[in-house]
């Protein structure tokens, strides 16, 4: 069952635009993290957010966490062409990672 | 050069027949992980270890079987009984099961002839 879903399924961006998606789940997490895939390759870890934590920054990065809602953002400012990438919150609890289906963000030049 | 590499990167399975993808890391985990993605969609998990010896069953075990001899290495096998195994497999690793980040390898794509 996928814990975490991610809205929008996708989003299309120019160079230079930020980008926004969110993550809404469904029971208590001990933390949530952000992942980045691109086309036919592994997962490359972002970012993790504690569930005590509300913001957190890394590089053109900010993850937001609101554990009343249920639901995380995570913020790419300033985007790039290498950006392009599917991109999963995942929740932590009872030991488990559970992914969302992901949010699939195109940047063009 | 420390990570988790998997092979094959394609591989072909016949009808009836059981198939292996490695994984292997040398980040000196205890925890490994096997999931299964399916075209525009999150992964689900198949079966995971948390020390050598011993795995536990996912969200989607059946048709699969994995074992845990080695601290560096989880094969996973796809067999017979798996009646839709056409997808991307991804093993994973992390110091422990729980809160921590996880480590990705490049993945598997399977593909039944």
């Known amino acids: 069952s996928q814990q975490g879903e991610e809205d929008p399924q996708a989003l299309s961006i120019q160079e230079g635009e930020n980008a926004t998606m969110n993550c809404s789940y469904k029971t208590s997490i001990n933390n949530l993290q952000w992942y980045r895939q691109n086309s036919g390759r592994g997962l490359v870890h972002l970012i993790l957010?504690?569930?005590?934590?509300r913001e957190k920054h890394s590089g053109r990065l900010r993850v937001t966490l609101d554990t009343s809602k249920k639901s995380s953002s995570l913020l790419i400012t300033a985007s790039r062409a290498a950006d392009t990438a599917s991109y999963f919150c995942a929740t932590v609890s009872w030991g488990k990672l559970q992914f969302g289906a992901g949010t699939q963000v195109v940047v063009t030049p | 050069d420390g990570g988790i590499t998997q092979s094959p990167k394609y591989l072909f399975r016949k009808e009836g027949q059981n198939v292996t993808l490695s994984c292997e890391q040398n980040?000196?985990?205890?925890?490994m992980y096997w999931y299964r993605q399916d075209p525009g969609q999150g992964l689900r998990l198949i079966y995971y270890s948390q020390i050598v010896n011993d795995f536990q069953k996912g969200d989607i075990a059946e048709g699969y079987s994995v074992s845990r001899e080695k601290k560096e290495s989880f094969p996973l096998t796809v067999t017979s009984a798996q009646k839709n195994p056409t997808a991307f497999y991804l093993c994973?690793?992390?110091?422990?099961?729980?809160?921590?980040?996880?480590?990705f390898g490049p993945g598997t794509r399977l593909l039944v002839l």
């Open positions: 980040l000196n985990h205890d925890a």
């Open positions: 957010i504690r569930s005590n934590e």
């Open positions: 994973a690793s992390s110091i422990a099961t729980g809160q921590e980040t996880q480590y």
